[in-house]
């Protein structure tokens, strides 16, 4: 967003009758950057209304966690709002693992391995977070794992390749996670990338600029931490991986898990 200093020193202008400003390459370029933030804002607001308002419409039934999450499977599997953008492909990932956990994990959205297997976080990037939930002294049953999107986001000839997930794709799919928060009622959150901090927060900073923080979503502790993805890419330093253990350290310590001297002394040189 513009600063009011700005437009106050523009309306004084106009009040002096100045009616062109000239402006050299950077101001264009500050200008244009801004222009874009604030449409990408204006997008997220008005898709975020759309898809708060939709939220009423999700009504899960059943007497447990799992039944009510199961049921909330099943209207995702037609929601029309996700379905009607046509920027989604046909299978629904839904979510995995304990629906009554004290832990739960959020991602962006599913990939291709994970539509194949019709589950959250497999392949290289599910074995990761399995490591990392090791590593904690937990198993993939002792935690909630779900995406906001609960479909794959389609490309033109798609065949291995995935994209993110646009500011819209999220908005009109965060109810479900919004319902499946209400049910399962999970004491942390973790926001996995800078995707999912964008689709919960309505952030644009990087994981960088999150992830050493503690934030809220729904009146929930939630902690941003790097993808599992990007540690793939990281396999040759100790640097990244010790950003995100030394999260799933304050995480545990949220939680009152036990951490050993061995468990914090983990992936430093």
């Known amino acids: 967003m513009v600063k009011p200093t700005l437009l106050d020193y523009l309306h004084q202008l106009r009040r002096k009758g100045v009616t062109h400003v000239e402006i050299d ?4 370029a500050v200008l244009r950057e801004l222009y874009t933030r604030g449409t990408a804002l204006r997008t997220v607001a008005k898709t975020s209304a759309t898809a708060e308002s939709n939220r009423t419409a999700i009504l899960a039934t059943g007497s447990t966690p799992a039944e009510k999450i199961a049921s909330l499977a099943t209207i995702a599997e037609t929601w029309q709002p996700a379905r009607s953008l046509g920027s989604f492909r046909d299978t629904m990932v839904f979510s995995a693992g304990n629906p009554e956990a004290d832990f739960m994990l959020v991602g962006e959205a599913p990939g291709y391995q994970e539509e194949q297997k019709k589950e959250p ?7 990761k977070l399995d490591q990392i939930l090791k590593a904690m002294g937990l198993s993939r049953d002792q935690a909630y794992i779900s995406n906001v999107c609960k479909f794959r986001p389609a490309t033109k000839n798609q065949t291995t390749n995935n994209r993110k997930p646009s500011h819209e794709e999220m908005a009109t799919s965060l109810p479900f996670l919004k319902a499946e928060i209400d049910i399962v009622k999970p004491k942390v959150i973790v926001a996995l990338g800078a995707c999912t901090a964008q689709g ?9 600029q999150l992830r050493e923080s503690w934030h809220q979503f729904q009146g929930i502790p939630l902690r941003v931490t790097y993808h599992p993805s990007y540690l793939l890419r990281q396999e040759e330093g100790l640097g990244e991986k010790r950003k995100v253990w030394e999260d799933m350290l304050t995480i545990m310590e949220k939680l009152g898990l036990p951490i050993s001297e061995k468990q914090r002394g983990f992936f430093k040189k």
């Open 121 to 127: 976080f497999v392949g290289p990037t599910g074995a």
């Open 25 to 28: 390459d950077q101001a264009r």
């Open 200 to 208: 919960l927060l309505g952030s644009e900073k990087t994981v960088g």
